[in-house]
């Protein structure tokens, strides 16, 4: 089920995928993954997604970007 999260209309494993293929994470792209789990209907592909960047995050490997 694709579900989208954000004013751009992109899904989250669109938006994932960007994230790992830039090596960042932008303000952008925190707003829209924060309103994914505000809006608490995430699958658990998408709960797993989340916290592969998490983990990305936490060990160095993304970066966040202002």
């Known amino acids: 089920m694709k579900s989208y999260y954000n004013w751009h209309c ?4 669109a938006l994932c995928g960007k994230i790992m293929v830039a090596g960042q ?3 952008s ?3 829209q993954i ?4 505000l809006n608490d ?3 658990e592909p998408e709960q ?3 916290n ?3 983990y990305g995050i936490r060990h160095g490997l ?3 970007a202002d």
């Open 10 to 13: 992109i899904t989250l494993e």
């Open 25 to 27: 994470i932008t303000i």
């Open 29 to 31: 792209d925190r707003y």
């Open 34 to 37: 924060r309103s994914a789990l």
């Open 41 to 43: 209907t995430l699958s």
């Open 48 to 50: 797993i997604l989340i």
């Open 52 to 54: 592969r960047l998490l």
């Open 62 to 64: 993304l970066r966040i």
